[in-house]
T-cell receptor, first 113, second 111 residues
């Protein structure tokens, strides 16, 4: 079956530091890949997505590239802000599984001023 | 209403009691989902519905039931709550392109 593995947190950074959150996946088909963000007390919001190999998703300074050869979709941001403190979820959807989302365990990021 | 509305926002429930979590969407999305969120486990799919009148089991369906009488509503029922069902529950819907919208969640504590 499909699965997503992401690095465990919490990740604590200083403002303006570089952020990387690793994500790898296993899928039977050709999935679409997503990063969702959850701010404290809120639901999940789509941060970025990529639908095919070598696509790069980007939003709000965050980027992730769909790497089929390494089955990875690592999230990066060059200079984080305190407002980036949140929980980040890597996820995939697969047409063979009816487009249902499969999530990783989530990574809590705390950015200190 | 804009997007997905979940109710209640939070609830403390005695073990053995019956509870229905409500979910309503106004986007006319065909597909709807219930997930539970537990620390370190991410979100796990409980039940889903691809269209009104149909439902299916997700990854962790035991102890839960759903119904989909119309497009807008997708209630989740715990027939007899147990402490292991303490969690945060998220309802979601998706459009024909697979774009998901999530509700703000219901925090449930079973004591």
């Amino acid at each position: 079956g499909n699965s997503v593995t992401q690095m465990e947190g919490p990740v604590t950074l200083s403002e303006e530091a570089f952020l990387t959150i690793n994500c790898t996946y296993t899928a039977t088909g050709y999935p679409s890949l997503f990063w969702y963000v959850q701010y404290p007390g809120e639901g999940l919001q789509l941060l970025l997505k990529a639908t095919k190999a070598d696509d790069k998703g980007s939003n709000k300074g965050f980027e992730a590239t769909y790497r089929k050869e390494t089955t990875s979709f690592h999230l990066e941001k060059g200079s984080v802000q305190v407002s980036d403190s949140a929980v980040y979820f890597c996820a995939l959807s697969d047409k063979a599984a009816g487009n249902k989302l499969t999530f990783g365990g989530g990574t809590r990021v705390l950015v200190k001023p | 209403i804009a997007g997905i509305t979940q109710a209640p926002t939070s609830q403390i429930l005695a073990a053995g009691r019956r509870m229905t979590l409500r979910c309503t969407q106004d986007m006319r999305h065909n597909a709807m989902y219930w997930y539970r969120q537990d620390l370190g486990l991410g979100l796990r799919l409980i039940h889903y519905s691809n269209t009104a009148g149909t439902t299916g089991k997700g990854e962790v369906p035991d102890g839960y039931s759903v119904s989909r009488a119309n497009t807008d509503d997708f209630p989740l029922t715990l027939a007899s709550a147990v402490p292991s069902q303490t969690s945060v529950y998220f309802c979601a819907s998706s459009d024909s392109m697979g774009g998901y919208t999530f509700g703000s969640g219901t925090r449930l504590t079973v004591v």
